[in-house]
């Protein structure tokens, strides 16, 4: 029995472990050595992880772990689940936050920053939000975390606390609070019509419960908070806005927490509350594939244009992540699979991306990819990692992008939408166009800057995260299934929605 409710209690524990780290990092406050503070947060990242990789086998073997903390009414209670698509982006965040929280660690003593304090415990309260949402069975546990994440994340982005930082803070709240707020009438919504919030593999939304346009109506403000979080052109100009906090939080916001959480939100609305056969009858997934569409395409072109290396790798995101969109809006389960998959792949290659970026600042004091000519000599470790998630982004083989952007591709073409699957060949060509001088200019040899003369690498705190990561990748890329077997974690997911539909 014992052993029972410990086994059920483990979602609670991740949840709690990063809410524990939070308050005494926030209570202790600056009255305490840097050490104590960094050595709570590796004890909590550390005890979330193994947490969190203690459930793998449970998943895999498809047993339930669920856990009712109360009840608020019948059909209505704050209640734990874990499944396969709640595993993929659990262990995404519990693992990532182990590695970024080393990598704050260099960048925060490096570049000298203040605010510490606020800095470690919203960061934790971050993680604590996203473990939430993971392991949320219904629809009112997810809503609490999601907007407890909105609001956590905040202090992040005006961690500055200058005028620019405040106004995009401002901006960044009135994009999540509004999207939120609507996503909570629509689950009222959804309640009075259904009579339950629970996730359900394929959802649980009949094609009459609503009828036509109301429920394309309730779909979108549904599914608005999802997209707004995760960047969907036109509600992702909060995104590049939010750039103006350390680059840290920027690998939070484009890799482990908040911009996933959008994506996953759309996941869970699309094939958990709605499912296949309703997002298909009133058309919602079809008008949201095309949005993601557009957002590929012209995210990329976008970033071609930008100089600064970090709006370049902000407008990067906003593509890539409705790459996981579009993958769900398929509504097939090789694109499914395909679009879980690219939770991990994309988070592990463009945290390289940032944490390169954020090393390159510390370092050198170089924002702008004009001024890093030949900077490759003097960082070449942090080059070549960047180089290597460069390549991953645009999808080449041996790389994990190239596993998730494949499946969804087969997806594409399976479910008789080629236009979606050239989307995707497109967007790799033009990943290749705004990344790859990046890596001429840093290699550069017929130009040699004083500055980087001599080889200077960032502190092994910054470097050790970027190259494991960039290895990582290509591990995932290469065997898949290699230790925790993700992959077939995706495809238990996508198996598990779309096992009783036929489209």
């Known amino acids: 029995m014992l052993d029972f409710l410990a086994m059920n209690l483990r979602p609670l524990y991740a949840v709690a472990l990063a809410l524990t780290a939070s308050a005494l990092i926030y209570i202790l406050g600056e009255h305490v050595h840097r050490n104590v503070r960094e050595a709570i ?36 209670s704050f209640t734990f689940n874990v499944d396969p698509a709640g595993m993929i982006f659990a262990f995404v965040a519990s693992t990532l936050w182990i590695l970024t929280s080393l990598y704050s660690v260099g960048y925060m003593r490096g570049h000298d920053e203040k605010n510490q304090t606020g800095y470690y415990a919203a960061f934790a309260m971050c993680l604590c939000a996203t473990m939430g949402l993971c392991f949320a069975a219904n629809l009112l546990t997810f809503f609490i975390f999601f907007e407890i994440l909105t609001v956590a994340t905040y202090p992040l982005v005006v961690h500055y606390r200058d005028e620019k930082g405040k106004k995009s803070g401002h901006k960044y709240l009135a994009y999540t609070l ?62 590049p806005a939010a750039m103006v906090a350390p680059t840290p939080v920027s690998a939070l916001l484009h890799a482990v927490a908040v911009v996933k959480a959008g994506a996953f939100c759309t996941l869970r609305v699309v094939l958990y509350v709605f499912g296949p056969e309703a997002a298909k009858a009133c058309h919602g997934a079809e008008i949201l594939a095309w949005m993601a569409v557009a957002t590929i395409i012209v995210s990329s072109m976008i970033a071609i244009r930008k100089n600064n290396l970090k709006a370049r790798l902000a407008y990067s995101t906003v593509g890539q992540l409705s790459y996981i969109v579009l993958g769900i809006c398929i509504l097939n389960p090789f694109a499914a699979t395909g679009a879980m998959y690219h939770i991990i792949a994309h988070a592990f290659l463009k945290i390289t991306l940032f944490m390169c970026a954020g090393a390159i600042f510390v370092t050198t004091h170089k924002t702008d990819i004009t001024e890093m000519v030949g900077i490759g000599r003097r960082m070449p470790l942090t080059m070549t990692a960047f180089t290597l998630a460069s390549v991953g982004i645009a999808g080449f083989p041996f790389f994990a992008g190239f596993v998730s952007k494949a499946n969804i591709i087969m997806g594409a073409v399976e479910a008789g939408k080629p236009i979606y699957a050239a989307t995707f060949v497109v967007s790799a060509l033009l990943a290749l166009v705004y990344l790859l001088p990046v890596i001429f200019i840093a290699f550069r040899k017929d130009v040699v800057n004083p500055e980087f003369a001599e080889r200077g690498e960032a502190n092994w705190r910054m470097l050790v995260p970027l190259l494991i990561t960039a290895v990582v990748s290509i591990v995932l890329g290469c065997a898949p299934n290699l230790g925790f077997h993700l992959y077939d974690i995706a495809t238990m997911a996508g198996n598990s929605i779309f096992g009783a539909f036929t489209l």
């Open 178 to 239: 509004i999207s939120g707020q609507i996503f909570f009438a629509a689950i009222v919504i959804i309640y009075v019509f259904t009579g339950t919030m629970d996730f359900v593999p394929g959802g649980f939304v009949a094609t009459d419960t609503l009828p036509m346009p109301w429920a394309c109506i309730v779909f979108f403000m549904m599914v608005g908070a999802g997209i707004v979080k995760a960047g969907v052109m036109p509600l992702h100009s909060w995104l």
């Open 41 to 76: 947060t590796f004890a909590a990242a550390v005890l979330m992880a193994a947490d969190v990789y203690s459930m793998i086998p449970s998943v895999l073997a498809g047993e339930e772990i669920k856990l009712e903390v109360f009840r608020i009414v019948k059909g209505i």
